[in-house]
């Protein structure tokens, strides 16, 4: 099916949460779970293959900033321990989840943009 509308900027539309290629459509039809085509332009979301990509850059990217943050609240303040279980473990939860999201829409975008696919054994 050729696409006759105007290309949306995948990236940004990836960390949206929409279609790459049209930029309305929405890409998740779930929390993480991607859509099975774009309601607006028809884009086939089977190309669409993250795998645990998101999670690994949101695991680097939370892991630095919240045990930076755990250092120099110990070494500045030196609270009890329940005091960082209080505040740091649901900050954990709250900024993993977050950014797991527009990390997924990130990396579909990018496998948009780039056109990347599955290799191929050829014979």
């Known amino acids: 099916m050729e696409y006759k509308g105007i290309e949306a900027d995948a990236v940004s539309a990836g960390l949206r949460g929409r279609c790459p290629r049209c930029g309305e459509g929405r890409l998740f039809s779930g929390f993480i779970s991607v859509a099975p085509s774009c309601r607006a332009c028809g884009l086939d979301y ?8 998101p999670a690994v850059f949101v695991i680097l990217l939370a892991g630095f900033f919240i045990i930076g943050l755990t250092l120099w ?13 209080v505040i ?10 977050g950014l797991l999201r527009p990390m ?9 943009k780039n056109r990347a696919e599955q290799g191929r054994r050829v014979e």
Not at 46 to 53: M, Q, V
Not at 88 to 97: E, G, N, Q, S, W
Request: net charge negative.
């Open 46 to 53: 089977k190309f669409a293959d993250s795998g645990d990509g």
């Open 73 to 85: 609240t110990e070494i500045r303040y030196e609270p009890p321990m329940w005091v960082h279980l």
């Open 88 to 97: 740091f473990l649901p900050m954990t939860l709250i900024v993993c989840l």
């Open 104 to 112: 997924k829409g990130l990396a579909i975008g990018l496998q948009y």
